[in-house]
């Protein structure tokens, strides 16, 4: 028995899929609501998603504290905070992708009531979201953030950017905007969801969105 189980998991090793985007930025919330969000449970099984919010922002620390400076401006790091405290509390890659795609839905996904809308919608503790977005914890939540950001190979230089299994792919990433579940489909190996059949790669045009 146990080797079939050490068989049986060397071949379900899951795609690891991270996803660097930012809070105010247009394209990554239509990544998350038309790409991300509405096949996310038929590929749960297949992948390990992290998510990772800070974008093309920059971080420093001055006599011992951190400062943020974002693309779409300070509201936009205080975005990315809330998201990153959220993403912090261990609730579990669904409830991570719903919160995650309530709050990207919004006008203001920076906004606190809206923070709290959607915490209490999918259960996450908005009390200690807030108590870690208002402490150092939340800086340091962010700066972690920024680090795994400034670690890409080649610098982000389109937000949302998507990297599979830690290696940055130019055509994978253009794919992955146009159909990001066909482009699972393509890097999971043996058994393949359903939501794969039929799906083919879509052209790889190098523009961001069509
Ligand atoms: C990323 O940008 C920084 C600052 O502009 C630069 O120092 C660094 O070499 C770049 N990293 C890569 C991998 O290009």
């Not at 990153?84 to 309530?102: I, M, Q, T």
């Not at 299994?165 to 990433?173: A, K, M, R, W, Y």
């Amino acid at each position: 028995h146990l080797f079939y189980s050490l068989f049986f998991f060397s071949f379900q090793v899951a795609l690891n899929v991270s996803l660097y985007y930012e809070a105010m930025c247009p394209d990554s919330m239509r990544f998350i609501a038309t790409q991300l969000f509405p096949h996310y449970r038929d590929i749960a099984n297949y992948i390990d998603l992290e998510l990772v919010p800070y974008g093309k922002a920059i971080h420093n620390q001055k006599d011992g504290r951190w400062e943020f400076s974002c693309q779409h401006g300070p509201a936009e790091c205080k975005g990315n905070m809330y998201q990153s405290c959220a993403l912090s509390l261990n609730s579990g890659a669904e409830k991570d992708v719903d919160f995650v795609n309530c709050i990207m839905r919004k006008r203001n996904p920076s906004h606190l009531g809206n923070v709290e809308f959607c915490a209490r919608r999918f259960q996450l503790d908005a009390e200690k979201l807030k108590s870690c977005a208002n402490s150092e914890e939340g800086d340091r939540l962010l700066a972690a953030n920024g680090d795994k950001t400034w670690e890409l190979d080649p610098n982000i230089s389109f937000v949302p950017t998507i990297v599979y299994d830690g290696v940055f792919d130019q055509t994978s990433q253009d794919q992955s905007l146009r159909d990001f579940v066909a482009v699972v489909c393509s890097k999971i190996v043996e058994a393949k969801p359903t939501v794969c059949d039929g799906r083919r790669l879509p052209k790889a045009n190098h523009w961001g969105y069509y």
